[in-house]
């Protein structure tokens, strides 16, 4: 018995053992690594909505968690995008409804299915719209990948589509999104298998298979969601309405701008004859003197020349008002052979009488009772007061009547409406490019401003009385091109050349007056004090006066208007 009973423990002990190494050789339940197979069931609806239902098998254990990808828009070469909306995403599993998540994206809704790892199907439903999409022919073509962005391999997929009526033509794409191939079979149709069905095998983690259908019109109304999408030829568009409008509306602009300017900016007719300024009178055998008449200085005729205050009128009435006592311009000796020249400024008595915008340049170069003013300084002692002198100015100019209205208010106001009319036509050019294809209409309006902004330049008008001393400046310049120097009358040639000057300066020809100055000098005795409105170092020359002068014009209007 003993014997027995020992023999018994062993064959037990063995039994036990083979046991156990049956257990550690059986295979152990994981996940499945693919969908074995995708079954669809889809149905198209009259109105064009696709209806599918897929159910995804696993050889084992479902993974974790499921994620597919569904593109949403396709865009096509001619820069046009349809897209497709996707309603009630359903996931199930053994009857059980499963917490899908869905991510819509910008371009791709994402579908997250928690499967638990169970072993059990998932069936996963959702509704297309926007699939159908009109074709050549009155027809209506379904193409959607009804298979498409699973993140596991599909051993084999099947599809049956539910149609409405007879369909006219049908494909089948299946492989790499980018570049899909033919399926490996397709059809329907027939007698027996009205339906389309689509088969394929092999499919790859994130490969596509795309069914199409195409039906008559009447069979399947259209939903595409078709948008063109923005680019540079759809925003300016030069179809032939754009084109049309922006032509049109140029026209119709540049028109306006030009009768605009023909009523508002335009010179109005002056007298027959011309309204002298100021002349060469004949006051002997041979001689002439030069005479201004009403007492119209030199920055008032440049700035009726021209509609505006230049820095060579200030300058020329800089010199003006030495030439007729109220300054003495003093050059001072260099400290060095290459050092920079410069000027002092010094008040002088005088019962001339001075203007505004004269008594306030004098004021500021030449200080009562204060001390000569360097040209090097000006621009702490004079700029600030620059913008006065403009204003005194054109306020004369409209004193006298040459202008109805001051010319730089003319034109600040044209310029304001032109600067706010570019603004708003650039805020139009971008709303009608980013939301339309009619941005050439905005690039019209940007052109039309910017029309106004240059044509406010030449807004100001002359008055009459002004064209008529427009005119009259005309035949002033020829005759200071042209007078001969040598007519001046005997025993006043420095006083009539020093007259001359800041006229010349600002109309033209001052270089020949200068010479005849010059010329007069005969003798090599320094002349500093000669003039009694400009001096100079002792070793200076009247033959020196025009270099002087063109450096000083020069270094005043670079010291007042610069920087």
Known sequence: MAKQATGLRRLAAIA???????????PSARAADQVATYVVRATIGTDGALQVAATLSFAG???????????????TPDRMEYRYTLADVRATAAGKVLPATVTAGARTTTVTVPTGGSSDPIELSYTVRGAAIA??????????????GLDVPVGTFDATVAIPGLFTSMDCAAGDPSSPGACTYYGGGTHDNPSPVFHHEGVAAGDVVVATVTFPRSAVAVNEDLRELWSLDHAFSAAPLQLALASGLLLLGGLGLWAAHRRIGRDAAGA?????????????????????????????????????????????????????????????????????????????ESTDRLAAYEHTLLDAVAPVQGEPVRV???????RAVIGQVQAELYDAVVDRGWFARRPDSTRNRWALIGWIG???AVVVTVLLAAFTRFGLVGLALVVLALGVVLVA????????AGSSV???????????????????????????????????????????????????????VADSTDLDWYHAPNDWQLADLPASLANFITTVQGTLFSR
């Not at 254990?61 to 865009?75: G, H, I, M, W, Y």
């Not at 074709?135 to 498409?148: C, E, F, G, K, R």
């Not at 330049?457 to 009459?464: K, L």
């Not at 001969?484 to 300066?505: C, E, F, N, R």
């Open 16 to 26: 036990i053992t083979a046991l156990a190494l049956l257990a550690c050789a059986a």
């Open 272 to 348: 027959a004859a011309p309204t002298l300024v100021a002349a060469f009178h004949p006051v002997g055998p041979g001689e002439s003197e030069f005479r201004v008449v009403d007492h119209i200085r030199p920055g008032e005729i440049g700035t009726v020349a021209d509609e505006r205050v230049d820095p060579i009128d200030v300058t020329a009435t800089l010199l003006d008002l030495a030439v007729r006592g109220h300054l003495r311009i003093t050059e001072l000796p260099r400290e060095s052979e290459h050092a920079v020249s410069d000027w002092t400024f010094a008040r002088r």
């Open 376 to 382: 090097s300084n000006l621009s702490g002692s004079v």
């Open 135 to 148: 074709t050549a022919d009155d027809t209506t073509t379904v193409t959607w990948p009804l298979l498409q």
């Open 61 to 75: 254990a479902a993974p974790a968690e499921l994620r597919q990808v569904f593109a949403t828009s396709t865009r």
């Open 457 to 464: 330049q030449e807004m100001p008008a002359r008055t009459s």
């Open 422 to 424: 570019l603004g708003a």
């Open 470 to 524: 427009l005119a009259g400046l005309d035949v002033l310049c020829g005759s200071l091109l042209t007078q001969p120097v040598d007519t001046l009358p005997t025993g006043k040639g420095y006083a009539q050349l020093s007259s001359i000057l800041p006229y010349a300066v600002v109309l033209g020809g001052k270089e020949r007056w200068l010479g005849a100055m010059a010329d007069s000098d005969d003798d090599d």
